[in-house]
């Protein structure tokens, strides 16, 4: 009996280790490109104002878990939580870094702490969706059969919703879930849905919980990333740009300002670009990476590149990652807001 039991916890393990690791040792061997030689930044001429050309590529991995959450939150709005596809996300998580990685590597070695950082967060996304799938489409899956929606899962609904949008802008490791797990047990239960959701969420949500804490000890030790970036523009008014959320103009010949980064630049890029507006250099540098969303493939620039073409998980148009040179970044908002998608994110450095 406890030679089996034994065999058995071998086996389980056995396969939590080809699951993470599978992907990681074929990411690591199978997705290489080779070092292409690469001009210095001529107008952003402070180096400590440089951030490293192929992290455009390495932050988009972060961002597809929290599309991931999006895609949650649309799924249990709309029905129930095993109608999420769990696997096509994990899938989606690899495939997509994986057609990345040769453009990184182009850019120069992305370094060691990176790569040892996409690797965590996919084993620990992958093992997060593993165990939900397994779940959700098991025991969840029973008790939404044996009751209607519950006001708990109105919960988990309002919840997802607030954490992807959260997600956006802030570390996930800041987010309140102590106060989300209030929330659930004060609702008063209505049936065994209620109940089985008071339990399988409340234990979820404080494992995260949890875990933020240790994140968030870990990250302080460290420091966290810069939150502003420097740019330098062209063709667009000084003072408009200086009007800007957050954004403050450095100099006017060459025109420099400090910008905010992450969803804040997004919206940035776009409004330059409805002011015919054009970048010169992003944090020192000439290749940025975005997504586009939309049902079909867009129609892109001359020195524009699509990278990798994936459904969205909980969505039921396709993401669509776009390569492209600074200077063009504009020109190629403006092509593409001229179509029937639209840009989703600016993935900076």
């Known amino acids: 009996m406890i030679g089996r039991l034994f065999k058995w916890i071998g086996v389980f393990f056995l396969a939590v280790s080809v699951m993470v690791g599978g992907p990681i040792f074929y990411t690591e061997f199978a997705c290489r490109g080779e070092p292409i030689e690469q001009s210095q930044p001529a107008v952003i001429e402070t180096p400590q104002d440089w951030r490293a050309e192929a992290r455009t590529y390495m932050v988009y991995p972060e961002w597809h878990i929290v599309y991931a959450y999006e895609g949650y939150a649309e799924a249990v709005k709309q029905g129930e939580p095993h109608d999420f596809p769990y696997v096509q996300a994990v899938v989606g998580f690899w495939s997509s870094l994986c057609s990345l990685m040769p453009k990184a590597d182009e850019l120069g070695e992305a370094g060691f702490d990176s790569k040892a950082t996409i690797y965590t967060i996919g084993a620990s996304f992958t093992l997060e969706m593993a165990f939900k799938a397994l779940y959700e489409e098991t025991i969840g899956r029973g008790f939404s059969f044996i ?14 919703k607030n954490y992807a949008t959260f997600l956006q802008q802030v570390p ?39 875990y933020a804490r240790v994140i968030a000890q870990a990250v302080s030790a460290v420091g966290q990333d810069e939150l502003t970036m420097k740019v330098a ?12 959320p957050k954004t403050t103009v450095l100099s006017s010949d060459p025109l420099i300002a400090e910008t905010p980064r992450y969803r804040v630049f997004t919206n940035l890029a776009r409004q330059l670009a409805q002011q015919s507006g ?13 997504s586009y969303i939309g049902q079909t493939a867009p129609r892109l620039t001359e020195t524009a590149q699509l990278l990798s073409n994936s459904a ?5 148009d396709r993401r669509y990652l776009i390569a492209t040179k600074v200077p063009d970044l504009t020109n190629l908002i403006r092509t593409l807001g001229r179509q029937s998608g639209k840009l989703e994110h600016i993935y900076d450095y």
């Open 147 to 160: 009751d209607h929606l519950s006001p708990q899962d109105q919960i988990e609904a309002e919840m997802a």
């Open 172 to 210: 996930w490791y800041k987010y309140d879930f102590d106060s989300w797990i209030i929330k659930l047990w004060r609702a008063e239960p209505t049936n065994l849905r209620s109940w089985e959701r008071r339990l399988a969420l409340g234990a979820e949500w404080k494992a995260k919980a949890a």
């Open 233 to 244: 523009v062209t063709d667009i008014n000084e003072a408009w740009l200086a009007s800007q």
């Open 278 to 290: 054009n970048f010169v250099e992003i944090a020192g540098n000439d290749d940025i990476l975005l």
């Open 312 to 316: 969205r998980p909980g969505f039921t």
